[in-house]
């Protein structure tokens, strides 16, 4: 029984022969060499072109290793590949256009004409062109990244979980994630404000106000109110605080808070307690509703603390009998 592996190479090696042999038949009846003749006249043009494309993958070779160092120390990788598959387009046009011009002699006209095209185009693809600009800006200047939670103006707060060339993508949240996608453009970076809730630090200035009626035990209503919140987050500040003091931040005046901080208003309806406290941005909707919870139960076990609601008040007083006028009365009849 013939080898397998035998018999694979003996046909493997007739159908090289045979292509060469078809090469040799074409080359003779059109006439190739006479072309080949004609490269002797281009053999500058050539020689350049090919140093042009070798250079060109030299300089894309040494640049992307530069350019991925510096996404990774900055710790943005995942958008490296995005960065560098632009670059190279970009390089590779510009490459193009020198091996146009080491082609075609006439270079005013090309440069008249690509011009032209350039213009037309630009005109045509504004909104992507723009898109693509936003993009750009995002990358270098970074006001977020994936996972920040932000909001752009006009538009909406959400958490980035994608960023394209063309758009930012957000899970959309209003006070919790509703589970819808924010879709934007990222034109919309160079003309809205942008709000970010995450750079830095995910920990951001929260409150929740009491209002108390007038009536009420004033201090023990501000002692109830503090303690609900110290008990919800007063651990979390404590840390952050022997954190912030022994870190450089970048406000250096700001004054670094190690537990909840109370403000006193006067409204019409009552006094009102506007406790400040530190929180996760991720967490800020749960933490607000356990100290809500906190600050009712303290306040309904007080007999001397009432909270304030528009309501209103009637007073009754009913009019006394005027006396003075009795003699003057027709006496009435018998």
């Not at 494309?53 to 992307?64: A, N, Q, R, Y």
């Not at 992507?128 to 600009?133: D, E, S, T």
Request: with cysteine.
């Amino acid at each position: 029984m013939i080898d397998r592996k035998i018999l694979f190479r003996g046909k493997f090696l007739i159908k090289v022969l045979a292509l060469l042999a078809i090469l040799y038949y074409l080359c003779i009846k059109l006439k190739i060499y006479q072309y080949l003749h004609l490269l002797e006249l281009y053999i500058n043009e050539i020689v350049l072109t090919a140093t042009l494309i070798l250079g060109t993958l030299i300089f894309l070779d040494i640049s992307l290793e530069l350019i991925r160092e510096f996404f990774e120390k900055r710790g943005e990788l995942r958008d490296y590949p995005i960065f560098a598959s632009v670059f190279k387009y970009v390089t590779w046009f510009v490459a193009g256009l020198i091996g146009i011009s080491i082609l075609y002699h006439d270079i005013g006209s090309l440069l008249m004409s690509l011009g032209i095209i350039g213009a037309a185009l630009t005109f045509a693809l504004q909104r992507p062109i723009m898109n693509f600009a936003g993009w750009i800006n995002i990358v270098i200047t970074r006001p977020f990244k994936i996972n920040d939670r932000i909001h752009i103006k006009n538009i909406g707060m959400g958490d980035v979980y994608k960023i394209d060339t063309m758009h930012i993508y957000l899970r959309e949240v209003v006070g919790e994630p509703t589970g819808r996608t924010l879709i934007i453009p990222n034109a919309y970076v160079l003309t809205n404000a942008i709000t970010n809730y995450t750079k830095g630090s995910p920990y951001i200035w929260d409150n929740v106000k009491v209002v108390v009626t007038y009536e009420s035990n004033f201090e023990k209503a501000k002692r109830l109110v503090l303690e609900a919140c110290e008990e919800v987050v007063g651990d979390l500040m404590k840390e952050l605080a022997e954190i912030w003091r022994n870190k450089p931040r970048p406000f250096t005046s700001a004054k670094v808070y190690d537990r909840p901080i109370l403000r006193v208003n006067f409204l019409e309806r009552g006094i009102e307690l506007k406790v400040r406290y530190l929180v996760n941005t991720f967490e800020w909707a749960e933490v607000k509703t356990e100290i809500l919870n906190r600050i009712i139960e303290k306040i309904r076990r007080e007999k001397d603390v009432e909270i304030a609601y528009p309501h209103l008040e009637v007073i009754y007083r009913p009019k006394e009998k005027d006396t003075s006028k009795e003699h003057l009365k027709p006496p009435s009849p018998t």
